[in-house]
């Protein structure tokens, strides 16, 4: 094997040495913060040649219509540029209108953002393929504040996808999709993040539109489901070789021609 590949492979035994308890020599993910888990799956993944996305896999398209100009598009479209990067799902993102109760349609699956105090914050209608998220209730109270309408919209917008992609409620108390009956309830949360039990749900939901995710695997998974492509370091042709090597003690056929097998 190459000496780069080696170079990794050690990275990736001290960066596991450094998080291990120093009794059981095991890892405890759980008491690492976000960064440190974030480089640990780094590490893993270029000693695994790192990942790449299966072509064809992604099918169906979510699209945002911001229909207000309240709230700035740049925070749908941090928003969208996050839930791409961790689920690989096609999301993009509008300028339109909302007609209700028969909106116009765009890809699979649609989130309008308005401005209409006549609309609740959330408004879902699933089974028709959209759902609402009204900016004009969140800018009450504390929300007058820029900091915390931006925040709120972000908050509102992350329970607004949640609810088109079949994700009502949690299994966690403290969750982003708890109950909430006011907008200050919002400004709890520290952040837009979801417990794993509402992102689990996203996939077979979404299917039902007709929307699926890019599949996204190591070059090692790829290469031995047998469709990555040619390598292109020396990490990735060591495992290319590796997965595509014959074993050392060729198979013995027999052939028994009265048998015809």
């Not at 888990?37 to 790192?50: I, M």
């Not at 959209?130 to 504040?145: C, F, M, Y």
């Not at 708890?178 to 996203?202: A, M, N, Q, W, Y």
Request: hydrophobic fraction near 40%.
């Amino acid at each position: 094997m190459s000496k780069a590949y080696f170079a990794v492979l050690f990275t990736a035994v001290a960066a596991v040495a450094i998080a291990a308890d120093p009794v059981t020599n095991v890892v405890n993910i759980t008491k690492l913060s976000r960064e440190e888990r974030a480089k640990l799956k780094d590490v893993f993944n270029r000693y695994e040649g790192g990942r790449i996305g299966k072509p064809g896999s992604k099918r169906g398209k979510i699209v945002y219509v911001n229909a207000q100009r309240r709230a700035k598009s740049e925070w749908m479209r941090e928003q969208i540029k996050e839930i791409n990067e961790k689920l690989h799902y096609d999301i993009e993102i509008i300028d339109g209108e909302f007609s209700f109760p028969s909106p116009k349609l765009s890809g699979e699956a649609n989130l309008f953002i308005i401005d209409d105090a006549a609309f609740p914050s959330l408004l879902a209608a699933p089974e028709n393929r959209w759902v609402v998220v009204n900016v004009a209730g969140l800018a009450s109270g504390e929300g007058e504040k820029p900091q915390f309408f931006e925040a709120r919209v972000k908050k509102e917008l992350t329970r607004g996808f949640c609810l088109l992609a079949g994700a009502q409620d949690s299994g966690f108390k403290m969750s982003l999709m708890g109950c909430k009956t006011k907008p200050d309830e919002l400004d709890t949360h520290v952040d837009s993040r979801l417990p794993v039990d509402v992102i689990k749900r996203f996939g077979p939901y979404l299917e039902g539109y007709g929307i699926m995710p890019e599949k996204v695997v190591t070059y090692r998974k790829a290469c031995e489901e047998g469709w990555a492509p040619a390598p292109t370091n020396d990490v990735q042709k060591a495992i290319w070789d590796d997965t595509h090597s014959l074993p050392a003690t060729p198979m013995k056929i027999e052939f028994d021609p009265k048998k015809g097998r």
